[in-house]
């Protein structure tokens, strides 16, 4: 067995100068729904108040006991509802045997696929790591095999892809997670040198690793699983993110033309495509970025995205994972009047949540490009 390969990375997955968290930072919106969700909207506990009014023979006539029991059935009603909803929309689970898995990662040396990456490494799963570093400059566990690979050449990646075969096996998982920096920068004073590369990473990229990984998949005996990080910003776009917006927007695009494909083609059985857009997360990549409202949005940890992506893999199961709970209801923002989506945006900060936000004047775009 070769030495545990041991390469530095960039720093660790937090944005922000270590300081001591005041004790209401730790109270969200989503732990707030997180027990509610396991107390008094879950089947169990109602079904319990219905026994136990039974135990103290309450009359099935009495109010409390007509209460308790429409109340049980109605949320046990909504959990069968949302398992349906689920088989319906994607279909039953694939067949995972970790053993018979190769997870490919775009963007794996450093955040959150850096960390997905470590977890399959520590299950004894084939991992290659996709990235543009040089490999002298990543640190990877034993067990994930680095390779250096521009991911939005094509040319690259059937390379890559032939060297995985040989060193590693058929690629099932692929994981795109590689993004481009965000530049934070207003439309005018945005070269089209950085909006293209924003573009070429976040979406073209896809676009290349998901036509040259995903035969292979159709062709192995377990199919596999597609997981496309997108972003909530997609939906969201906010002002100073043309390009980090346009590209996630498309992403998810992709994504959901590429699922309907699959069900159409009748391998969407075989083929399973998760979507992640999730909000802000504590990475590099969000350095620029302030946290508008941290009950309702607040930063979202790596392991805390990584745990969930890897459970849907291994689950075999295909959907799409919003975090945190806002995420969820972004879909419901679209359908808003006009008027009332100006006065959420200006309510939740979103537009003044990246440095610089004002519209500079076209001919301060040089200078604009000149720093980059």
Same mark, same amino acid.
Request: hydrophobic fraction near 45%.
């Given at each position: 067995m070769p030495p545990t390969k041991r390469i530095l990375t960039t720093a660790a997955p937090r944005t922000t100068a270590s300081q001591t968290p005041k004790w209401h930072s730790a109270l969200t919106l989503d732990l707030v729904l997180s027990v509610l969700?396991?107390?008094?909207?879950?089947?169990?506990?109602?079904?319990?108040?219905v026994l136990s009014l039974r135990a103290q023979v309450t009359p099935v006539t009495d109010l409390a006991f007509i209460i308790a029991t429409g109340y049980a059935v109605l949320v046990t009603l909504v959990a069968?509802?949302?398992?349906? =909803?689920?088989?319906v929309a994607y279909g039953l689970p694939r067949t995972v045997e970790l053993g018979e898995e190769v997870v490919v990662i775009t963007g794996g040396a450093s955040g959150l696929g850096l960390l997905i990456a470590?977890?399959?490494?520590?299950?004894? @799963?084939?991992?290659? $790591?996709?990235?543009l570093k040089d490999e002298r400059e990543v640190e990877l566990c034993e067990g994930v095999e680095y390779y250096t690979c521009d991911v939005g050449s094509r040319e690259a990646l059937k390379g890559v892809l032939v060297r995985i075969e040989k060193e590693l096996g058929t690629p099932t998982v692929l994981i795109n997670c590689a993004a481009a920096r965000i530049n934070g920068l207003p439309l005018l004073s945005l070269s089209a040198e950085a909006f293209q590369k924003?573009?070429? %990473?976040?979406?073209?990229?896809v676009f290349h690793t998901c036509q040259t990984f995903l035969p292979r998949m159709l062709a192995a005996p377990n199919g596999g699983t597609i997981v496309n990080v997108s972003s909530v910003l997609g939906q969201l776009c906010p002002a100073g993110l043309a390009d980090y917006s346009t590209s996630k927007a498309g992403l998810s695009a992709l994504h959901r033309t590429?699922? +309907?494909?699959?069900?159409? #083609?009748?391998?969407?059985? *075989?083929? *399973?495509?998760?979507?992640?857009?999730?909000?802000? $997360?504590? %990475?590099?990549?969000? +350095?620029? @970025? !302030?946290?508008? =409202? *941290?009950?309702?949005?607040? $930063?979202l940890e790596p392991v805390h995205v990584a745990r969930e992506i890897v459970s849907a893999i291994e689950e075999g199961r295909g959907g799409v994972i919003r975090l945190p709970a806002y995420a969820t209801m972004v879909n419901w923002y679209a359908v808003l009047p006009a008027g009332l989506q100006r006065?959420?945006?200006?309510? #939740?900060?979103?537009?003044?949540? $990246?440095?610089?936000?004002? %519209?500079? *004047? #076209?001919?301060?775009?040089? !200078?604009?490009? !000149?720093t980059e």
């Amino acid at each position: 067995m070769p030495p545990t390969k041991r390469i530095l990375t960039t720093a660790a997955p937090r944005t922000t100068a270590s300081q001591t968290p005041k004790w209401h930072s730790a109270l969200t919106l989503d732990l707030v729904l997180s027990v509610l969700r396991r107390t008094i909207l879950h089947p169990w506990p109602a079904w319990i108040l219905v026994l136990s009014l039974r135990a103290q023979v309450t009359p099935v006539t009495d109010l409390a006991f007509i209460i308790a029991t429409g109340y049980a059935v109605l949320v046990t009603l909504v959990a069968i509802a949302g398992v349906v =909803n689920a088989r319906v929309a994607y279909g039953l689970p694939r067949t995972v045997e970790l053993g018979e898995e190769v997870v490919v990662i775009t963007g794996g040396a450093s955040g959150l696929g850096l960390l997905i990456a470590e977890i399959y490494a520590m299950r004894g @799963v084939g991992v290659a $790591v996709l990235d543009l570093k040089d490999e002298r400059e990543v640190e990877l566990c034993e067990g994930v095999e680095y390779y250096t690979c521009d991911v939005g050449s094509r040319e690259a990646l059937k390379g890559v892809l032939v060297r995985i075969e040989k060193e590693l096996g058929t690629p099932t998982v692929l994981i795109n997670c590689a993004a481009a920096r965000i530049n934070g920068l207003p439309l005018l004073s945005l070269s089209a040198e950085a909006f293209q590369k924003t573009i070429q %990473t976040n979406l073209f990229a896809v676009f290349h690793t998901c036509q040259t990984f995903l035969p292979r998949m159709l062709a192995a005996p377990n199919g596999g699983t597609i997981v496309n990080v997108s972003s909530v910003l997609g939906q969201l776009c906010p002002a100073g993110l043309a390009d980090y917006s346009t590209s996630k927007a498309g992403l998810s695009a992709l994504h959901r033309t590429l699922e +309907a494909e699959l069900r159409v #083609s009748g391998d969407d059985e *075989k083929v *399973k495509m998760i979507l992640v857009e999730p909000g802000q $997360v504590a %990475t590099p990549l969000f +350095a620029s @970025v !302030k946290t508008p =409202n *941290k009950f309702i949005a607040p $930063v979202l940890e790596p392991v805390h995205v990584a745990r969930e992506i890897v459970s849907a893999i291994e689950e075999g199961r295909g959907g799409v994972i919003r975090l945190p709970a806002y995420a969820t209801m972004v879909n419901w923002y679209a359908v808003l009047p006009a008027g009332l989506q100006r006065l959420a945006r200006f309510l #939740s900060g979103v537009d003044h949540a $990246v440095a610089p936000t004002t %519209t500079q *004047k #076209s001919h301060d775009e040089p !200078k604009a490009a !000149k720093t980059e």
